[in-house]
């Protein structure tokens, strides 16, 4: 049997290269220069699926001998898109808009190899704020400081405190890698996972 070709994750997120450690598969990391504007009247679901494939694919064909995994993640509330908060001020202002909401997370991630179809999934997590005070969202933001993270708090850290609940298939996806779908996905292109 042949090896499996080079693998590659087309992502300059750390959250995602950590993630995708735990799978104990070797793999490099490649910045994918792929822009990412909203598309009008695009749902967010479309969105993270949209840019994790254009990433996925960016990569392939610079490397079509490597298989590529793409992702993604758009969060939503009430409607709005909410992006990585980038500094305190904007991390508070998306914690104090998600006091008792609920927003969703969706995780989309594809795994290309060029000249071959996609495998694409999408995760959506349900996350259920509780209600935040002014203190609260400032000693949160203060000590996490979430601010390359998509709705402004990182859920494998102290932002697991803001929440009533979580309603997910994979609770990696939230942090930004769904490693459930993505090792059946592996194992099927012949990777040696469990």
């Known amino acids: 049997m042949s090896a499996p070709p080079r693998l590659l994750l087309a992502s300059t997120s750390r959250y995602r290269r950590e993630l995708l450690g735990r799978l104990g598969v070797p793999f490099d990391v490649l910045a994918p220069a792929v822009p990412e504007p909203p598309v009008a009247g695009e749902l967010p ?8 494939l254009a990433t996925a694919q960016a990569v392939a ?10 992702s993604d993640q758009v969060a939503a509330c009430q409607g709005r898109v909410l992006d990585k908060p980038g500094d305190a001020a904007r991390a508070f202002t998306q914690l104090a808009f998600l006091s008792a909401q609920r927003a969703y ?44 993270c998509a709705g402004g708090f990182k859920a494998e850290a102290l932002g697991i405190s803001l929440f009533e609940s979580i309603d997910s298939c994979d609770p990696t996806a939230l942090i930004g890698l769904p490693l459930i779908w993505l090792a059946a996905a592996l194992r099927g292109g012949g990777y040696p996972l469990p």
């Open 45 to 52: 679901v479309d969105r993270a699926r949209r840019l994790a």
């Open 61 to 70: 064909s610079l490397h079509p001998d490597a298989l590529v995994i793409g």
């Open 105 to 148: 997370f969706h995780t989309a991630c594809a795994v290309l190899r060029h000249g071959q179809p996609p495998q694409t999934h999408v995760d959506t997590t349900t996350v259920l704020f509780r209600p935040l005070s002014t203190p609260e969202i400032e000693r949160y933001v203060a000590r996490d400081q979430p601010f390359d």
